[in-house]
């Protein structure tokens, strides 16, 4: 299997990049609904740990995929039989899902530190809150947070039922292109 894009389909590095940053943002999302149900203490603040470095893991996989895509572009999108107006539909969403994996991290960033707290950088190092917090911010940037997240999980929906269409209806390429294609 080969490592990077070709013509035919993503590489194995692209792919990984991809389906690593579905399980870190399922993750993440998960763990930021249900935060508020774990017991106070230690078991929250290890969710919390989690769920953040989840989301920095996402913004470090988006600027490896950024610059890998430069370097080596995806394959381009293939003919459908519903015209190229479902080829930009396709583009539209997959910018729209790279602002939104940067935003909604970048969202949870400003939130931590405007509730004055400091972000573990995977428990290596602490990075403290240049604020002193400031409750009526917080619950806004909380907000945010929360709309863009939920905003990122419905795109990804329309976007995951779009592959599952181009796959069992349209029964073209476009999924197989990211998945693993074993023995070549
Ligand atoms: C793709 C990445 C992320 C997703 C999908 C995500 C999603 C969410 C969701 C759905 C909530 C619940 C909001 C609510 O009910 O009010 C939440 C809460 C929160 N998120 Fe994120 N988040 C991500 C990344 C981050 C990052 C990188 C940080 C900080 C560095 C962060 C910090 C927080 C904080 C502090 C809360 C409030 C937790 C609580 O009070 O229980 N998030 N997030
Ligand atoms: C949180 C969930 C998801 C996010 C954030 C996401 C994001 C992306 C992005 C940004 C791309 C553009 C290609 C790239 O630069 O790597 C892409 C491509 C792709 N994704 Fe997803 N994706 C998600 C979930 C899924 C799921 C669940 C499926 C399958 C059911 C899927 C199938 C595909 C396929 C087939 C492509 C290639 C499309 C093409 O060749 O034009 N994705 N995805």
């Not at 993503?10 to 993440?28: K, R």
């Not at 935060?35 to 106070?40: H, I, Q």
């Not at 988006?62 to 479902?86: E, K």
Request: a neutral charge; glycine letters at 8%; one cysteine or more.
């Amino acid at each position: 299997m080969l490592i990077c894009n070709s013509s035919k389909g993503y590489g194995a590095i692209p792919q990984a990049i991809h389906w690593l940053t579905v399980i870190l943002v399922v993750v993440a999302w998960t763990l930021g609904l249900l935060g508020d149900e774990l017991p106070k203490g230690t078991q929250r603040d290890a969710g919390l740990f989690v769920h953040i470095s989840a989301g920095l893991a996402v913004i470090i996989l988006l600027v490896v995929r950024l610059a890998w895509n430069f370097f080596n572009p995806p394959p381009s999108a293939g003919s459908t039989t519903l015209g190229i107006w479902l080829v930009r539909a396709g583009h539209a969403a997959h910018y729209l899902l790279c602002v939104l994996l940067f935003a909604v991290p970048v969202a949870g960033i400003v939130l931590q530190f405007a509730r004055g707290d400091s972000i573990a950088l995977f428990g290596l190092f602490e990075i403290a809150s240049p604020w002193v917090k400031d409750r009526a911010f917080s619950g806004n940037i909380e907000e945010v947070h929360e709309v863009l997240a939920h905003t990122l999980m419905i795109v990804a929906g329309l976007h995951a039922a779009a592959a599952l269409i181009h796959h069992w209806i349209l029964r073209d390429q476009t999924l197989a292109r990211m998945l693993p294609r074993f023995g070549e």
